[in-house]
């Protein structure tokens, strides 16, 4: 069975960090691209960042560009969001879910995704 858990949500600051992390499980989803979405209240679900299964290939949507950063740690099954100079326009439940490969180039199409995880709040507020 394959769950993906994401972790590291909270409360900070303008201007501040924050590390999401997207732990993996079940399957060979090495072989997967990850990607980030997020969902702010009232708004549809917003692709933020992706990593193919090599690490290799990363795409950002035009407004994280510069701020965020994703990266993959196969050996522990984890992926990672780098999350600087936060802004209130960040304030979404983010979440992480796993594209089937071969992911060569990866995308943050939703419909793109097989598996999804529950979900980490991030709010950015003073």
């Known amino acids: 069975q394959v769950q993906l858990v994401e972790s590291g949500g909270g409360l900070v600051q303008p201007g501040g960090s924050l590390r999401l992390s997207c732990v993996y499980s079940g399957s060979t989803l090495d072989y997967y691209g990850i990607g980030w979405f997020r969902q702010a209240p009232g708004k549809e679900r917003e692709g933020v960042a992706c990593v193919a299964s090599s690490g290799g290939s990363t795409y950002y949507v035009d407004s994280v560009k510069g701020r965020f950063t994703i990266s993959r740690d196969n050996a522990k099954n984890t992926v990672y969001l780098q999350m600087n100079s936060l802004k209130p326009e960040d304030t979404a439940v983010y979440y992480c879910?796993?594209?089937?490969?071969?992911?060569?180039?990866?995308?943050?199409?939703?419909?793109?995704?097989?598996?999804w995880g529950q979900g980490t709040q991030v709010t950015v507020s003073s």
């Open positions: 879910a796993a594209e089937a490969p071969p992911v060569t180039l990866c995308g943050v199409v939703a419909a793109s995704y097989n598996y």
